[in-house]
């Protein structure tokens, strides 16, 4: 299983007890100061992803790190994950959490990539449309991939819609191949 689906399933779980428990705040608090410590401290993560490291060596540092700093929830949740050796998926958890935040606020994110930058205008009115087609309020954040040549591709949750040239040109490729 991929650590996506993986990391997809503590968060989900994380997510339902803190609601649950209406600590959705607090706990989503902790994850994005679990998050930024994570980003700020590359020797943390390799500590959290060495395997070589033993669990108990694992143990003291996240604790250590992160002592008096997160709700008990989160704490608990952090001691699950070490006891199922699941720590190396941590930042991903993170991620995905806040994904599941933002979507209880009805806000979901995507990445859309171009092969030329897209105006202020234009990324604003693919939001509206996508916003007012679903129903939900969509941020998107473009990047340029001169590669694609034309066309874009939106990655939203665990989707790709890849409408871009590069694509069509790959597809087209391999059914020529294909019946050759």
């Given at each position: 299983m ?9 968060a ?6 803190a609601?649950?428990k209406?600590?959705l ?7 994005r ?10 020797e ?5 992803v ?5 669990p108990?060596i694992?143990h003291?540092?996240?604790a ?35 994904e ?8 979901i994110?995507g990445r ?5 930058p ?13 916003s ?5 309020t ?8 001169p590669?694609l040549?034309?066309g874009?591709s ?9 409408c ?13 191949v294909?019946?050759?």
């Amino acid at each position: 299983m991929s650590e996506w689906k993986v990391a997809r399933r503590y968060a989900n779980a994380l997510f339902r007890i803190a609601l649950e428990k209406g600590e959705l705040e607090p706990v989503a608090e902790g994850m994005r100061f679990i998050r930024s410590t994570l980003e700020g401290s590359p020797e943390l993560v390799h500590a959290l992803v060495h395997p070589v490291l033993a669990p108990s060596i694992q143990h003291r540092v996240v604790a250590e790190v992160f002592k008096g700093r997160l709700p008990a929830t989160l704490g608990r949740f952090l001691a699950f994950l070490e006891e199922k050796k699941r720590l190396m998926i941590l930042r991903a958890v993170t991620g995905v959490f806040d994904e599941l935040v933002k979507e209880q606020q009805g806000v979901i994110e995507g990445r859309l990539l171009t092969a030329r930058p897209l105006s202020d205008e234009r990324k604003a009115a693919l939001e509206r449309g996508l916003s007012s087609r679903f129903g939900s309020t969509y941020r998107l954040r473009a990047e340029t991939k001169p590669e694609l040549m034309g066309g874009f591709s939106l990655m939203v949750r665990d989707r790709i819609y890849d409408c871009s040239i590069e694509n069509q040109l790959k597809r087209l490729r391999e059914k020529l191949v294909g019946t050759g």
